[in-house]
């Protein structure tokens, strides 16, 4: 067996066994003990037979075989995910689609096979019109995936599919439901059109970037994906409304018993909803048996169990984590807490703050794991959210079921449930440009463990707090004080800094001090948000100069950050004006700023404050156009090629910033100025492999930047990259390790000072 699927079995284990402790807790004392005995024995094999089932599906039959060996194959497919399409950030290819599927019969070495087997495909833009539930024939090249994955081979078909079956009838009148609803809103501004399908059945696929970063950093997250709370709603919707009907004890259940099916259809049945669906059948007991507390953890446990029973893959899932883990405290903590605040202040006030607040505590551990932050807002921001959520999902529903009937009705029900989802769109977006909305928090086992402790130590003691409205009073004002006027990590940025290579993942964003609160920025990272951070951080409020040495998204992607509040001169930018759709976007955002841009000159200099530079490419020849639709078909990337080389100086030292350049473009820069010695040198292309060896030897810098993202799929920086320059003495410096970077001199001595990861 191997290792990481080993670690599956302990880590399934070791989940159920905080379920059945939750679970004998909810039990009569005398029968806690042999229940425990029992039970833990018993499931405890039953996860093991359940993982090994799971394994042996995954790792016999004739899929993992061909994949070790990269072989090609003719397959009967059977879609069970939405398609999604990707495309990569400064890549010239075209988009790509991804999804999962069945591999129902597979034919390879003239042998055809009947088989069941998980798979995940990778295939050309017209994979994207596949739907859920069709039966397809493709072929394509099998390759192996990470051991513990939950597929058995990814495939990169080759051909475009060919439809062998439509979906199940009642996946056709589902997709033709989620359409009504996109329909009904589809007059809506951008924001409102990809929430509101949000919202109602997890439907993310239209939901702008910039939209799911203000909900990520507000906590909000959990409404625009299926979760609980969107079952929940539902629930506290029908059943009520069930009950005035008429309908009374076992007839409750099965309504509700109704409604999750429904959702489980509408909202696709992948692991994600029939998680969400689970959460939601605890709070249906809770709903409509009137229980205990005791009753609701034992649901709870139960829904654990059997959810880790049917998939044992769901031990490794911190979608998973978190939906037990906000269940649970708003099962456990959401109770006393209210009861605490409700001795002054009204009971559903108290119970708005208290659920919000319990899950936020629960979920807090595990969210600064995986994204190295805590929102400091995102109990205020629910609580302002919560009265909206409810009208905006109910009334989306009811647009869903009315454009079945009548698309005019439909619409005029989308435009009613688009006013609540402004509102929350507000939210976030104000939570979101909060000075101090995050803190950053270290992602390792030490800065969790203590996160951990201290949120124990909240839950044991909060509720004495919260008895006390003076002390609850003044804990809301020190956060209100801490979120408005954030205090800077401890030695952050340095004083003295001349450069910093902000951390904006894998793209570059570079920030060249020029006086007071002012700087040349040159890029600006594939995001707003990293960008507008790390201006922030390092105090300024003026750029006379923002440089994008290309157009490539990972280079000018997060322009809008740079912008953000900010007063900026100009723009240069490169005169090779591709890809267009990023240069005409670039050219939109700076007219909507009146902020002129001009193509930089070859070999001019310019001077701000104590910062003079050079730009030594792109030269202007021929291999250049300046055609915004133009565009290269060389091998390498001519977009690449012609980003703006600067060689700048500041007290006294060299900066060489060389954006993507590749090996080509790196011969002639070298052909044209011999003497490209430097000081601080920008590795270009976030230290790909294709480099020029002549190109680091002639520049012999004492020091190397590197911008890349963690983990990024590119392999950036390649161990070639990192060898030439350990060859020639340069120290490197990497933001995909150190987080941003700042460089400070004294007496002609290079100094670094890391920022530590960002969110």
């Known amino acids: 067996m191997p290792h990481s699927s080993i670690v599956a079995v302990i880590t399934a284990a070791t989940a159920t066994a905080i379920a059945l402790t939750l679970l004998t807790l909810a039990l009569r004392r005398r029968s806690r003990l042999l229940f425990t005995l029992v039970a833990i024995t018993s499931l405890s094999a039953g996860l093991a037979a359940a993982s090994a089932l799971q394994i042996h599906r995954l790792t016999t039959g004739p899929i993992p075989a061909l994949a070790t060996t990269n072989s090609t194959a003719k397959l009967h497919l059977k879609i069970t995910s939405d398609p999604a399409v990707r495309s990569t950030p400064g890549n010239r290819r075209p988009p790509y689609v991804v999804l999962k599927a069945t591999a129902e019969q597979v034919t390879a070495r003239g042998t055809t096979t009947r088989i069941r087997t998980p798979i995940l495909l990778i295939g050309s ?64 501004p951008d924001d409102v059109r990809g929430l509101v399908p949000a919202l109602v059945m997890g439907d993310e696929s239209a939901l702008p970037p910039e939209l799911v970063t203000d909900f990520q950093l507000t906590g909000l997250t959990h409404l625009s994906a299926v979760s609980g709370t969107n079952l929940t709603l539902l629930l506290a919707f029908v059943l009520p409304l069930a009950r005035l009907l008429g309908v009374r004890a076992r007839g409750l259940t099965v309504v509700g018993l109704l409604m999750v099916v429904a959702f489980v259809i509408l909202a696709r049945p992948q692991p994600s909803v029939l998680r969400a669906a689970a959460m939601g059948l605890v709070a249906l007991a809770a709903m409509t048996t009137g229980g205990t507390r005791r009753r609701a953890v034992r649901s709870l446990s139960v829904a654990v169990i059997a959810l880790l029973l049917l998939d044992t893959s769901l031990a490794r899932s911190a979608g998973f984590a978190l939906s037990v883990l906000a269940t649970a405290g708003i099962v456990l903590l959401g109770p006393p807490w209210r009861d605490a605040l409700a001795t002054w202040m009204p009971l559903r006030l108290a119970e708005a703050i208290s659920c919000p607040l319990a899950a936020q505590l629960a979920c807090t551990p595990v969210v600064a794991w995986l994204s190295g ?87 044991f003691g909060l509720r004495r707090i919260l008895t006390r409205p003076l002390a609850v009073l003044l804990c809301l004002a020190v956060l209100v004080f801490v979120v408005l006027r954030p205090t800077p990590r401890l030695g952050w940025p340095p004083g003295n800094w001349i450069l910093v290579a902000c951390d904006v993942g894998q793209g570059d964003g570079l920030v060249l001090r020029a006086g007071p609160r002012s700087a040349v920025v040159v890029d600006t990272g594939p995001d707003p948000t990293p960008m507008d951070r790390c201006l922030q951080d390092l105090g ?200 941003a970077i700042a460089i400070t001199t004294e007496n002609n001595t290079l100094s670094t000072t890391s920022q530590g990861r960002s969110p």
């Open 125 to 188: 833009p017209a994979w994207q019109h596949v739907r859920l539930g069709q039966l397809v024939e493709t072929s394509g090249r099998l390759s192996s995936v990470d051991p513990g994955s939950d597929v058995a081979a990814m495939v990169s078909a080759r051909a475009s599919p060919k439809v062998l079956g439509d979906p199940a009838w009642w996946l056709r009148a589902a997709e033709q439901v989620r359409a009504g609803l996109r329909e009904s809103v589809a007059d809506q």
């Open 373 to 459: 932050q805590v929102s400091l807002v995102a109990v205020a921001a629910n609580l302002l959210a919560g009265p909206a959520v409810g009208p905006a999902t109910i009334l989306g529903f009811g647009a869903a079921g009315i454009a079945l009937l009548s698309s005019d009705l439909a619409r005029l029900a989308g435009w009613l449930a688009s006013w609540p989802a402004r509102w929350i769109i507000l939210v976030a977006e104000t939570g979101a440009d909060l000075p101090g909305a995050v803190s950053p928090w270290p992602a390792t086992v030490v800065g969790v463990t203590i996160l951990t402790l201290l949120c124990l130590a909240l839950t």
């Open 540 to 739: 300024i409020t003026h750029i006379p100069v923002l440089v994008l040495t290309h157009f490539h998204a990972d280079h000018a992607g997060g322009l809008a950050g740079a912008l953000h509040d900010r007063q900026v001169d100009e723009i240069e930018v490169t005169p090779y004006y591709s890809p267009p759709a990023e240069f005409r976007r670039v050219q939109a955002l700076a007219a909507t700023h009146q902020i002129p841009v001009r193509p930089v000159t070859y070999q001019e200099r310019r001077t701000v404050g104590p910062l003079t530079w050079t730009t030594l490419w792109p030269a202007q020849v021929p291999s250049l156009p300046t055609n915004p639709d133009a565009t290269g078909d060389d091998e390498s990337s001519p977009e690449n090629n012609a980003s703006i080389v600067m060689l700048a100086e500041t007290t006294g030292l060299r900066i060489l910033l060389t954006g993507d350049l590749e090996p080509e473009a790196q011969r002639s820069v070298l052909a044209a100025h011999p003497d490209l010695r430097t000081d601080i040198l920008k590795v270009p292309h976030h230290g790909s492999a294709r480099q020029d060896p002549t190109f680091f030897t002639t520049a012999q810098p004492r020091l190397a930047l590197i911008s890349a993202g963690p983990d990024n799929d590119y392999g950036h920086p390649a161990p070639r990259t990192l060898d030439l320059l350990t060859r020639t003495g340069t120290t490197i410096r990497r933001t995909d390790t150190s987080g």
